[in-house]
């Protein structure tokens, strides 16, 4: 599964609960979407929209995710 700004939260995080953590330094706690129930149908892109975060906030965490998804299924 590649992951992308157009990549539901919800099903990353149900593939993959060990991002959680990235996505909390990245986002903040503020920014609760790893525990809201919007996840469900909410993008990372959409999010960033929402809640004003900068594009090269959302791709450094995409990178950082990829990349330890890479490093879990080796």
Do not use: N, R
């Not at 609960?17 to 149908?41: R, S, T, Y």
């Not at 959409?46 to 450094?60: C, F, S, T, Y």
């Amino acid at each position: 599964m590649e992951i992308t700004k157009e990549s539901l939260i919800g099903e990353v995080l149900l593939d993959y609960p060990e991002v959680q953590d990235i996505m909390l330094k990245h986002l903040g706690e503020e920014v609760a979407c790893v525990f809201c129930p919007g996840q469900v149908f909410d993008t990372f892109e959409m999010i960033a929209e929402l809640h004003g975060i900068e594009d090269d906030v959302i791709e450094d965490m995409l990178k950082e995710i990829s990349t330890t998804i890479s490093e879990t299924k080796k």
